[in-house]
Each structure stands twice: as C-alpha cells, then as structure tokens.
C-alpha cells in the first residue's frame, strides 16, 4: 500500500517569495492534515480537511498560509508572502475518517523549507 | 501541547526494556492518547493508542494510569532501531493531534 506521498522534499526561497506543497494522501483517506514542525519542536496542526471540506483552520495564518484540497483527494497549501519564521518541515497526514479520537493518522516525510 | 509534557531525552541500553513516560494531567475524558515516533527526516509513525485501559500491540505497551493524567510507553526489549524521538499526543474526538514535547530516546549498544 503506497503511503502518503509529498513534494517537493526540499524547497529553499526569499524571505517575501511565495512558495506551494503538494500532498497526496492514501488511497480512500478521507481525512487529510496539514503540520507545521520547527525544528527541535513537535508537529502543530495547522489545517484538516474532511473530503474537501474544511474542519478545522483554527491555527492557520490565513494572512500567509492557504490551502485547499479539489475533489477530496490531493492537497496543496500556500504560503505567500514567506516569512522567516516559516522555516520548518511541513507534513501532511491522513486518515481513514475524523472523528472519536482513535483514528490512525498516516504521515508523509514532509517538505523542508528554509526561507532566506 | 503545552499542557502534554515529556522528558526531553532518555538512554536505554540495548535489549533491556524502556519506560518512556508522559504527563497529560489536563486530559479530557474523551481525548484519546496516541504515541508515535519520529525518525530523522522522516514524519512521525504510529506506535499504540489507548482511552482508559493498557494496551499491547506488538511494537509495545500502553499503561495508562487510573485516573488518565499520566501514561507510560513500555518498550520491552529496545534495539538500535529503537533511536527516535518518540512523542505522546492527544486526540480529541474531532481526531485532532496535541503533540506533546518529544522524548528523544537513544539506545547503547
């Protein structure tokens, strides 16, 4: 079974570029997260989409970061304009179904991004 | 998290069992508690969960004390492929992850 795939690995920019995340979660995941992981930190829940609706956005910056997930499968979030405290890895997960508590989230390996 | 805390790190010898421990001691009665592990460059990976009872799975043990404001990952016979940082989490029932501090755990050979 193939896991929760992202890109790119690693992405380097300028302090005011924008810059985007791929995601693509398990086949038939109708859960998709999206974390924020500074370095010597652990993961931060920034958004959660069920299907392609969203369920939680309460920790995103919506002044920079967006993200979207068209037809309920891929994933794609946003920062524009980067600031330097954006630096970090950026994982997504996914899993079967929200809700209870006791679902298992699969993560992928993530995107490093340094901003400059 | 800030209200889920762990020991920032920890030594294991070889084969010998590990007592990783995990202070949540303003859990709700519904949030689930999750372990997972990370190894460097790579995401977190699932270990065990648990509600109220211990719990055993192959990877290792979930104690969860009676009155849920402390847990401990039993790990029986750590190998070298045991080194990671390994975190305790909360889930509530949206199945929103709190992560907690990280412990990060190494093992002598």
């Known amino acids: 079974e193939a896991g929760v795939a992202q890109s790119p690995r690693y992405k380097i920019i300028e302090k005011r570029q924008s810059v985007a995340f791929w995601c693509n979660p398990i086949s038939g995941h109708a859960t998709l997260y999206w974390y924020q992981q500074i370095l010597g930190q652990g993961p931060k829940l920034l958004i959660q989409f069920q299907n392609n609706g969203v369920v939680d956005d309460s920790q995103l910056p919506k002044d920079r970061f967006s993200a979207e997930r068209l037809k309920g499968v891929d994933s794609t979030l946003k920062i524009q304009p980067a600031k330097l405290e954006d630096s970090a890895v950026y994982l997504c997960?996914?899993?079967?179904?929200?809700?209870?508590?006791?679902?298992?989230?699969?993560f992928g390996a993530g995107t490093r991004l340094s901003v400059l | 998290d800030a209200k889920t805390t762990q020991p920032n790190s920890m030594e294991s010898n070889e084969e010998e069992p590990v007592h990783l421990p995990c202070n949540h001691s303003?859990?709700?009665?519904?949030?689930?508690i999750h372990w997972y592990r990370q190894l460097p460059s790579q995401g977190p990976e699932y270990v065990i969960h648990g509600l109220t009872s211990n719990v055993n799975n192959r990877m290792a043990s979930l104690a969860i004390a009676e009155d849920r404001k402390s847990s401990t990952l039993i790990l029986h016979r750590a190998t070298l492929r045991d080194a990671a940082v390994y975190y305790c989490i909360r889930s509530n029932t949206g199945n929103q992850f709190y992560f907690g501090t990280g412990t990060s755990l190494t093992v002598i050979p």
């Open positions: 997960a996914s899993s079967l179904v929200a809700g209870v508590g006791k679902n298992i989230q699969y």
């Open positions: 303003t859990i709700s009665g519904t949030d689930y």
